[in-house]
């Protein structure tokens, strides 16, 4: 199953993407289930009858701007140096535990939504990402029942400030200007997606391959991270975590590849789907 959060006809809603185009769950049971987020904790406390496998379809793909998957997550908890090849091209040392840093809910963005480049920097980097969220509720999970509380998939363009992300010891300060968390375009259910080590994660900028690997190169697992994390923090029906990059990064090559303006940006992972982003110029605040 793939969910999609959008907006149509003015307002904000989210549904089922099927290959007629978007079955509106929002107008059906929005009064009492608004969100996405909202579907998820309703799933687990098993208020929500099973989809029905022919739906009917509400509004074509061209018809709805797409908005993240999750579009107020309580956490969105990113995971850094978690490729080998990205490790290597940073010079880091290994770690023992998963790098961890916070990104605010309110920089996400979703597919077809530009990434906007802020006139305090021009040092706009690439990192594409497989995107987990969360579907039950869990404190302290063991590895061997982590793979139980994913509900679903999405692809992930962590979108960095190179220049401000070393201003600190801390990664935070890089990571968090408005529109630059691209999600998307839907979270596919993980029977959908199939075991993940095989599948293809790559990102072209300007159509061009400057990312790639396999999802089994990740240093930390899927589980590894869900049963880590939730061993200081509690996680919730729609929570992200976001799970690194692999090599080939922007502000590692010689000369440094940076996003700008005009630029357009892909995030491909097999069966979980492809996200595109152009670049833009940060919007002034009114």
Do not use: W
């Not at 080998?84 to 939504?113: C, M, N, S, W």
């Not at 679903?152 to 408005?178: E, I, W």
């Not at 690997?213 to 509690?234: M, N, R, W």
């Amino acid at each position: 199953m793939r969910y999609v959060s959008f907006e149509a006809e003015g307002r904000a809603s989210y549904g089922i993407g099927t290959d007629r185009g978007i079955f509106d769950l929002g107008a059906r049971i929005g009064s009492v289930i608004p969100d996405l987020k909202s579907y998820l904790k309703a799933s687990e406390l098993g208020l929500v009858p099973s989809a029905q496998a022919n739906l009917s379809a509400d509004y074509a793909v061209g018809d709805i701007a797409y908005l993240p998957p999750i579009t107020e997550p309580g956490k969105v908890i990113c995971v850094g140096l978690n490729y080998e090849g990205h490790r290597l091209e940073t010079g880091r040392p290994k770690q023992t535990y998963p790098t961890l840093f916070a990104r605010f809910a309110d920089t996400l963005i979703g597919h077809g939504v530009a990434i906007r480049r802020p006139p305090v920097s021009s040092d706009l980097d690439y990192e594409g990402e497989l995107a987990v969220v969360i579907g039950r509720s869990g404190f302290r999970i063991p590895k061997s029942e982590a793979a139980s509380y994913v509900a679903g998939y999405s692809c992930f363009n962590d979108a960095s400030l190179r220049d401000f992300q070393v201003h600190t010891h801390q990664f935070m300060p890089g990571k968090n200007f408005p529109a630059t968390g691209a999600f998307g375009p839907d979270m596919v259910t993980p029977d959908e997606v199939g075991e993940l080590d095989n599948l293809k994660i790559e990102t072209r900028l300007n159509g061009v391959v400057v990312q790639q690997a396999k999802l089994e190169e990740l240093l930390f697992s899927v589980e590894d991270l869900i049963a880590y994390i939730s061993i200081f923090t509690p996680l919730s029906p729609g929570d992200v975590l976001i799970t690194g990059t692999p090599g080939g990064v922007g502000f590692k090559r010689t000369p440094p590849l940076f996003m700008k303006p005009g630029d357009v940006v892909e995030v491909e992972i097999d069966k979980v789907g492809h996200l595109r982003n152009e670049i833009a110029e940060e919007l002034p605040r009114g």
